[in-house]
């Protein structure tokens, strides 16, 4: 007992020590992990209680929902307001809620489309209109929690990140899984996305009211314009980046049919256990970069750059070489041929974080335009070859078409600084070169899948390894140099 307190002080102790900054990317991190933890707790039960296509329908719903949320509230928490938290900081409030009250009425405008338009859209959407109604809600709400959440982070205040993730994660679980439960074998769908939309909903109120309240009606037409400005070339980028990730099963339930669009979910979701990771690392990554090329310190930005990329790389190896036991738990044997996509979408994820290194120094220059113009170009070159591919070899291309597309993404991003005048931010060569060297290894690894003990043995390389360079790896969330 007594070496157990000992230990947990010493834990304890070596938090204090860390950076404001590395505090706030530990409890994202371990938020992140918290939500989809419980996702990937919970997606195993969805996937046993609710019929295929059920399940399959829930997929459709949340690609539609993650696309349109971009053209209805112009997803202004990802750009714009990271550089109006530096340059408006003596009037945060009243900039916050100036968003707040433009991305609802940019909602409310899109919503009166839907409507005219209503019949169409449930056509080409095939979801029941219930569910269209509870995205809309969804819409008008959530940005209130997500300038909340970003305002938290960059001010590197991360409890209230942290209990606040967890109360409505793990509401929207456990209300879901009795939703489920207690609806009939064809209404499950509806039931899983009605309430843990609604408990979203009803979470991103209180935030409401709060950003309403401490921005006390000072709306603010001028920052109606500085948002317009640098975010609007920026809606293009940013749908352009969920057609990306979302479009995969948008067109798998058009091209085949909804039960492979959940055999596809499934192993994406297996694969999204390391996005989890970067999501959380690049949300407090982000000012730290902003504060490094505003004070111009290159060598920092190259040096932290080359060594969260490598991290990233160990990550990405591991969750594929795991990819077997991750389907297994998360889906019952009808979505075991799934794991064969995991490779794929994984080696993809890595290449989203290679490309965000690069943009988030163009998001800093304001060079919104030439990033819409890569994600535009990458995201119709997915639909393209989704279009093509998904016909002759099955849902199982999606994952290799959309991984070709991230490559062209950092491609393009790398070579955009580069033409900015910013090529010396970042060591390029030796990105590429672990890039590459990535790209292989994890595509190639789904050959090991049928040699279980050659496949352990490279878990444990992966895991002494990581023990080898612990003090390397854990100074990666000390204090920013």
């Known amino acids: 007992m007594g070496m157990m307190i000992k230990r947990l002080t010493g834990w304890r102790s070596r938090f204090d020590r860390l950076s404001p900054a590395a505090k706030t990317s530990l409890a994202l991190i371990i938020s992140k992990f918290f939500q989809r933890g419980l996702g990937l707790i919970t997606g195993p039960i969805f996937s046993r209680i609710m019929p295929m296509a059920e399940y399959g329908l829930i997929s459709n719903f949340t690609s539609w929902q993650s696309i349109l949320y971009i053209v209805a509230t112009l997803n202004m ?32 405008a899109f919503a009166g489309v839907m409507v005219i338009f209503h019949q169409w859209a449930v056509s080409v959407m095939k979801l029941p209109p219930a569910m269209i ?49 207690m609806a009939p074998q064809d209404g499950k769908a509806n039931a899983k996305v009605l309430t843990a939309e609604m408990v979203s909903v009803l979470a991103a109120a209180v935030f409401y009211v709060l ?57 994406y979701t297996a694969a999204a256990v390391v996005l989890i990771f970067w999501n959380s690392v690049d949300a407090a990554y982000a000012p730290w970069i902003y504060q490094r090329m505003r004070d111009k310190n290159y060598a920092a930005l190259r040096r932290r750059g080359e060594e969260v990329i490598l991290l990233f790389a160990g990550c990405a190896a591991l969750a594929t070489l795991f990819a077997p036991e991750l389907i297994r738990i998360l889906g019952p044997e009808q979505y075991y041929e799934g794991v064969y996509v995991i490779p794929s979408v994984v080696a993809g994820v890595f290449f989203t974080a290679v490309f965000a290194l690069y943009m988030r120094v163009e998001l800093y220059l ?17 639909i393209g070859l989704n279009a093509l591919c998904i016909p002759h070899w099955g849902y199982q291309a999606a994952g290799y078409t959309t991984l070709v597309c991230y490559m062209m993404l950092a491609l393009f991003h790398a070579l955009n600084l580069k033409r900015l005048g910013y090529g010396q931010v970042y060591g390029n060569r030796r990105i590429a070169l672990i890039s590459l060297g990535v790209c292989v290894c994890i595509v ?27 003090k390397k790896l854990t100074g990666l969330l000390r204090k920013q140099r």
């Open 444 to 470: 190639s690894l789904s050959a090991l899948y049928t040699h279980p003990v050659i496949r352990y043995a490279l878990i444990a390389v992966l895991l002494m390894l990581g023990i080898r360079f612990r």
């Open 77 to 108: 928490a990802q750009g714009v307001f990271n550089n109006g938290m530096l340059e408006f900081e003596e009037d945060r409030d009243s900039f916050v809620f100036s968003l707040l009250m433009l991305a609802n009425l940019v909602t409310l």
């Open 211 to 267: 950003t309403c309240v401490k921005g006390k009606g000072r709306l603010n037409v001028r920052y109606w314009r500085y948002a317009l400005i640098i975010n609007l070339p920026l809606v293009p980028h940013y749908l352009s980046m969920q057609i990306l990730s979302a479009s995969d099963r948008i067109m798998i339930t058009h091209l085949v049919d909804s039960s492979a669009t959940a055999i596809y979910n499934v192993a």
């Open 133 to 181: 109604l509870v995205m809309f809600a969804y819409f008008f709400m959530t940005p209130a929690y997500n300038y909340w959440l970003g305002r938290k982070r960059f001010e590197y205040r991360y409890r209230p990140i942290l209990w606040v993730t967890a109360a409505v994660s793990l509401s929207s679980a456990v209300l879901s899984i009795i939703a489920v439960l």
């Open 366 to 382: 304001k060079k919104t335009v030439s990033i819409m113009v890569a994600t535009v170009l990458a995201a119709a070159a997915n």
